[in-house]
């Protein structure tokens, strides 16, 4: 009999790659979901896995879900760069993760993945890559998202001076299926699909193709090093690099014209006001004053850590957009034939 994989946010889009690579491999897999949350992309694998219902915020339920447990993915987290949700990012985030290492260290589970964030590695400046050494003091922002990354990480890298093994991943934007249509970066691919994209913000990110995702986390837990960190990322690219690739797998015009930050901030403050006013903070457009930073600096990231101690693969970042591309028009060929 394999051992038993726990996969906590199996269900998003970064769990989802993961958990359906980890049973095309014939894993033992265990996720743990929230009773209101739909299984989405893994609804087809339902046979194939075994569900336990809890919430990582309730240190009992994640206990119940550790019984028998080898190895932990913690992916779980609240992923959305928007500060009205501070509150629900601490206890999940945060919270969450501690709870997740307390019950892997009570049962005596063999290693920790945790899956960070290059958040938690900080905003560099303009163009220059960071590193796992970089100095999250040295950021040139900070938000919400970031800082409790950041103190969840620390959390996670405290439990391995307590004797559980517990190994860090810092992914870049993930450029993968199951991406939120809404805001993700199937939203982008899409708006470069119809025209709607005719400008770009200035600034720039490291991306992460799932392929080498997934490579990664399964890599970090066979190879990696306990209480170290590894920067998962595949290439460093301005938004019109990437929207122009966009454009030439989609066989259309790319965008013409790079957004003035001016014109970014204005846009930004317009949609703080229409963020208060809606009454789900989750609903909030992406564009609000705190990211308009973030989207005009090139945010780059060094994985040669990866690469040399992971063997972490790099795969083109057009592959990547090719197969998210071909996700989105699935999706938008069912929605019409519904």
Request: proline share 5%.
């Amino acid at each position: 009999m394999p051992d038993k994989i726990l996969i906590t946010g199996a269900t998003g889009c970064l769990g989802s790659n993961l958990t359906r690579r980890l049973i095309a491999e014939g894993a033992d897999v265990v996720i743990l979901k929230r009773h209101a949350d739909p299984l989405g992309p893994l609804a087809l694998l339902r046979r194939s896995l075994e569900i336990r219902f809890g919430d990582i915020r309730s240190l009992e339920s994640v206990r119940q879900a550790m019984r028998g447990v080898r190895y932990v993915y913690h992916l779980a987290g609240i992923p959305i760069p928007l500060n009205r949700l501070e509150r629900e990012m601490w206890e999940v985030n945060v919270c969450g993760t501690s709870n997740v290492c307390t019950a892997a260290l009570e049962h005596g589970a063999h290693r920790l993945v945790h899956v960070s964030s290059i958040a938690a590695i900080g905003y560099p400046p303009h163009g220059i890559p960071a590193s796992e050494s970089f100095d999250f003091a040295d950021s040139v922002t900070t938000n919400a998202y970031s800082i409790t990354k950041k103190r969840g990480e620390e959390i996670a890298l405290a439990f391995a001076r307590l004797n559980l093994d517990v190994v860090v991943v810092n992914p870049s934007a993930v450029i993968a299926q199951g991406s939120n249509l809404r805001y993700g970066w199937a939203a982008f691919v899409g708006a470069v699909k119809r025209g709607y994209l005719q400008a770009v913000p200035r600034g720039g990110s490291g991306f992460c193709a799932a392929a080498d995702l997934v490579n990664g986390l399964l890599s970090a837990m066979a190879r990696g090093q306990t209480g170290e960190r590894y920067i998962l990322n595949s290439e460093n690219l301005t938004y019109f690099e990437l929207a122009s690739v966009i454009s030439s797998v989609a066989g259309v015009r790319p965008p013409r014209l790079i957004a003035p930050h001016w014109i970014l901030k204005f846009i930004g403050k317009v949609n703080d006001l229409g963020g208060v006013l809606r009454s789900d903070p989750h609903d909030s457009p992406m564009l609000v004053s705190e990211n308009v930073d973030l989207a005009s600096r090139r945010l780059y990231y060094d994985q040669s850590k990866a690469v040399a101690h992971l063997g972490l693969t790099q795969t083109p970042i057009r592959e990547a957009v090719r197969e998210l591309y071909e996700w989105v028009e699935s999706k938008a060929a069912c929605a019409m034939a519904a």
